[in-house]
């Protein structure tokens, strides 16, 4: 019952480890636990419930976000923003009311800059995403709405995502630059719309190179 869970700001070499986070009641990115120009910090063995985002990554690199349990988030329950470099392991992702996780550039804000191309070589692994909301549109609630670059998602689990599992996603600014991505080794279990959906997008050099190899899809209707 706190109006956010914490700021890390120009702050690095920080460990936040076994806490549990639990009703942030603000609107928007203040309700997370969030780094805004902060390396080399390590998030592990938290839990964290109830936010409007529950952890946000802006400008923020180099960062280990491992071994935690995030639950309920009105918005999403990781949010990484033009932040790169950063180790994603062994998470378990629950949001029956939203979207589990997004990544993308900055197009502006309060605390974010314009900077576009910026959100590189990110990796999701050894993951479970589950039960995200259901939409009638591929866009939203998915288990991660990914874009960036050359980010590799690797041996993660995703099931029962009813917003759809992985959507490779393009759109104004945030998200105009998706490439290079390696996504291989994920189980796709009986999510709802799709394992894995591709963009409609037009413009081949911003949005291209995207491989997927070696999942196992069983079950997605």
């Known amino acids: 019952n706190v109006v956010g869970f914490g700021r890390l700001e120009d702050a690095s070499n920080i460990t936040i480890r076994n806490n549990k986070f639990s009703v942030a009641t603000n609107t928007g990115t203040t309700s997370a636990l969030k ?33 935690n349990r995030f639950t309920k988030a009105r918005h999403s329950l990781l949010s990484i923003r033009c932040s790169s470099f950063n180790i994603i392991r062994n998470n378990f992702f629950d949001n029956r009311i939203q979207k589990a996780g997004e990544i993308y550039d900055c ?17 999701f692994e050894s993951n479970t995403f589950a039960y995200t909301l259901g939409s009638d549109r591929d866009y939203r609630y998915n288990g991660i709405q990914y874009s960036g670059q050359d980010g590799i998602v690797r041996g993660n689990v995703f099931y029962d995502n009813q917003g759809g599992a992985l959507g490779f996603q393009v759109y104004s600014d945030e998200a105009l630059y998706n490439h290079g991505h390696r996504i291989y080794h994920n189980t796709f279990y009986a ?23 070696n999942n196992l899809f069983y079950k997605n209707t």
């Open 35 to 67: 780094l805004v120009r902060s390396a080399n910090n390590k998030i592990v063995d938290n839990v964290l419930d109830d936010g409007n985002d529950n952890v946000v990554l802006i400008e923020s690199n180099k960062n280990l976000i491992q071994g």
């Open 107 to 123: 197009e502006g804000g309060s605390d974010a800059p314009y900077k576009l191309d910026a959100t590189k070589r990110n990796i």
């Open 191 to 213: 999510n709802r719309c799709f394992g894995v959906s591709s963009a409609a997008a037009t413009d081949a050099s911003r949005y291209f190179d995207n491989q997927v190899k």
